[in-house]
């Protein structure tokens, strides 16, 4: 039996569709009140006064907490240990106003109309100071950017300046990213409930060990008195990793008030107070010789970050790990802007730098007269040349040969322009994508119930990614149940930890951990039947008894078998249960680890109006195993289009007067609907993995977006003649 790796259906497929799973503001609590946020409207200044008396009296309102009356809070140093590193958050504790919707104050009603009624009538009066909204000022005093966990700043290899001087082909270009915003389908929402020092709280998150942490620090009360629970999540993309102010101002607010509140932002609240993926200036320098083989690389990234604390997008990552040079030299600097603190958005960093790394390359592939897939070829690196270590695993070469088969590439014309129907442009190009395969310590816990059927726990999370299924099909194979008889629990800190659900590393992570509890149970099972003088396995040796379908079977005498029913009834009907960990080793320090794929991309633009549109995608991917066909499928496709979104649409438009973000809706921030989707074709090759985890399985939540918007860019090109190095790929820019 081996559920692993079959489509099944999610396991929690019908209480989606049903409306049976309770997202963070479905939670019905007794007596429970409405928040709404206050948000300034300038970018950068000072608080002199509120005006609340016209929202006081408004109906069904319960309280108004600003920054004068706000209880204090211990004073926040440093991060908790094991804390995620938050931002600094706004909590109501200072008069400083440091971006345009940073949250100034929280209204309590009756009821949500009620609170975002009287929010509206909130007056507020400020002392304006001038403001950094200009990237191309703010550029002007730049900063180095911190050093992420085994992500330096700064890179240096090799001679560069030799390594350009004995180059055949040069090229230098820059590249721009804009400001983008998450958007996922389930804006973010808490619900908070204290009970004397106990704070339960009901929050929408990629990270519930993570909120709990900073609860405590925030309140400074014990860990072990903060609850918070997320069955489910409707999308993340990186936004929900990170406890933004909404999350204490919900509790702050309820501790005010004495009772439950709940607050929900809004869509337009969700541009700001919780993340963006920070817009950059990527400056690519490439030396080449005329075989096509790199002497040189440079890769200078410029990020905008905010005032109220830092974050760097790590461009460059990609270019340090995914082609073979003689030398190289990266550099991370950012820009402050009185913008909301930015942060991880679906592969951050690669898909930014892999659209300036993959443009570039396109540029030097016509440069030298090569195919572009040749010229990747002739780079391929076989060991990270960063780290000068072997990959534990990498199947580039195989997504190459297998894209271009299923695209059809060899009858591309390499000439811009040359490939027509109609008055329509039609335009190929293709990318590289890779992210790193990351993975951490988790927890979980299984017990085998008398009733013959499993509960497994872990306090991870589901995004929407298939977390509940892939988990089940991994207990079930490890304990030896069908997969309809294992229930997956998540979402809840008094759960076994898990880490953040971000990275791409929760199967990679809770996988093994699962994988470990449930056949910890079905050892612990197998010892009390070899012991039982009453079972036909008596006297066995454990390793020569199988466990299948809620059978323990003896390996060369099948009529030796027993359900596992009957051992727990004849043993006193206790449950058996076991709990473990799963952590890696010091496998990274001996292997890279990291997925590839190749994308081909085909464009048709039309000749008049520089309209772009996509009829199909080629992604081939080399993952390690691939748990779940059918939830593979989707993440992979997902990211495949909100690829394309990135390409051609996403762009967070902010007024260069105010700070303020000009389409900070549905309607004006652009995102790709199913009219925009033409057909999708992803797929994974087989690849195997002994050293990334026990299952062999890495991450693929990210890998999907990389290297779509540079595959768009250079088909574009091939179609139309005009490079575009500025993102999103609109119209205007075609004309």
Not at 105 to 127: C, D, K, L, N
Not at 509 to 521: F, I, N, Q, T
């Amino acid at each position: 039996m081996n559920s692993i790796g079959q489509g099944l259906d999610r396991v929690d497929g019908r209480l989606k569709v049903t409306g049976g799973a309770l997202y963070s503001a479905e939670h019905a609590l007794p007596r429970l009140a409405h928040g709404m946020m206050v948000q300034a409207t300038i970018p950068n200044g000072r608080i002199a006064a509120f005006d609340l008396a016209a929202a006081q009296a408004m109906p069904g309102v319960i309280a108004i907490v600003t920054p004068m009356n706000a209880p204090r809070l211990p004073k926040q140093e440093k991060p908790a240990p094991g804390a995620q590193a938050n931002p600094r958050l706004s909590l109501l504790q200072d008069d400083r106003v440091q971006y345009n919707g940073q949250p100034i104050a929280i209204v309590v009603a009756e009821s949500f109309a009620q609170a975002r009624a009287a929010a509206h009538r909130v007056g507020v009066r400020y002392t304006p100071e001038p403001a950094a909204l200009d990237f191309a000022k703010a550029k002007q005093h730049l900063r180095k950017a911190p050093t992420q966990p085994n992500r330096p700043a700064d890179t240096s290899r090799g001679n560069v300046p030799g390594g350009m001087a004995r180059a055949a082909v040069k090229l230098d270009h820059t590249y721009e990213t804009p400001l983008e915003n998450h958007n996922p389908m389930e804006p973010h929402a808490t619900t908070a409930s204290w009970d004397g020092d106990k704070l339960t709280l009901f929050d929408s998150t990629q990270n519930v060990t993570g909120v709990r942490k900073t609860a405590a620090k925030t309140f400074g009360i014990a860990p072990e008195n903060i609850h918070v629970v997320c069955p489910f999540v409707g999308g993340g993309f990186g936004s929900k990793g990170t406890t933004w102010s909404h999350v204490m101002l919900a509790a702050l607010a309820a501790r005010v008030t004495g009772r439950p509140v709940r607050l929900a932002l809004e869509r337009t609240q969700m541009y700001g107070p919780v993340g963006a993926r920070p817009m950059t200036e990527q400056r690519l320098q490439l030396g080449a010789a005329r075989t096509g083989k790199l002497t040189a690389q440079v890769h200078h990234t410029i990020c905008s970050t905010s005032f109220v604390d830092d974050f760097s997008e790590p461009c460059s990552a990609i270019t340090r790990v995914l082609y073979q040079s003689d030398s190289l030299q990266t550099t991370q600097k950012m820009a402050t802007m009185n913008l909301g603190v930015q942060t991880y958005m679906r592969a951050p960093g690669e898909s930014s730098g892999s659209f300036a790394l993959e443009s570039a390359m396109d540029e030097l592939a016509y440069a030298l007269k090569m195919d572009p897939v040749a010229l990747r070829l002739q780079n391929y690196a076989e060991k990270d040349p960063e780290k000068d270590q072997p990959f534990s695993s990498k199947s580039l070469r195989e997504c190459y040969r297998v894209g271009a088969e299923r695209f059809g590439w060899a009858k591309r014309n390499p000439e811009p322009r040359s490939m027509r129907a109609g008055n329509t442009l039609v335009g190929w190009g293709m990318a590289t994508a890779t992210y790193p395969a990351n993975r951490q310590k988790a927890k979980a816990s299984a017990i085998i119930r008398a009733d013959g059927t499993a509960l497994v726990r872990s306090g991870t999370h589901d995004l929407g990614t298939g977390t509940y299924t892939i988990m089940s099909q991994i207990a079930a194979d490890a304990l030896g149940l069908p997969v309809a008889q294992v229930t997956f629990e998540l979402g809840d800190s008094t759960m076994p930890e898990a880490p953040v659900s971000g990275g791409s590393q929760t199967t990679a992570s809770v996988g093994p951990a699962v994988h470990a509890a449930a056949s910890a149970a079905r050892d612990k099972l197998i010892a009390v039947a070899v012991a039982d003088t009453a079972s036909p396995l008596a006297g066995s040796s454990a390793s020569d008894i199988l466990a299948a379908d809620g059978w323990l079977t003896h390996r060369s005498d099948p009529a030796r078998r027993e359900r596992f029913t009957a051992i727990i009834a004849r043993n006193g009907g206790a449950a058996i249960q076991a709990d473990s960990e799963a952590a890696p080793g010091d496998e990274k320090k001996q292997y890279a680890m990291h997925a590839f794929g190749a994308v081909f991309v085909e464009v048709h633009v039309d000749a008049d109006l520089g309209t772009v549109r996509v009829p199909r995608v080629v992604g081939v991917y080399g993952i390690g195993k691939l748990m779940n066909a059918k939830t593979g499928h989707s993440q992979l496709l997902g990211g495949v289009v909100w690829g394309i979104g990135m390409g051609l649409m996403e762009k967070t438009e902010i007024d260069s007067r105010t700070g303020r973000a000009l389409n900070a809706n549905l309607a004006d921030y652009h995102v790709p609907v199913n009219a925009d989707i033409g057909v999708v074709d992803v797929s994974v090759v087989e690849e195997h993995d002994p050293y990334i985890n026990a299952l062999g399985a890495k991450g693929i939540g990210e890998i999907g977006i990389v290297g779509v918007a540079a595959a768009l860019a250079n088909a574009v090109y091939h179609a139309t003649g005009k490079r575009i190095r500025s993102l999103p790929i609109t119209p205007d820019k075609l004309l």
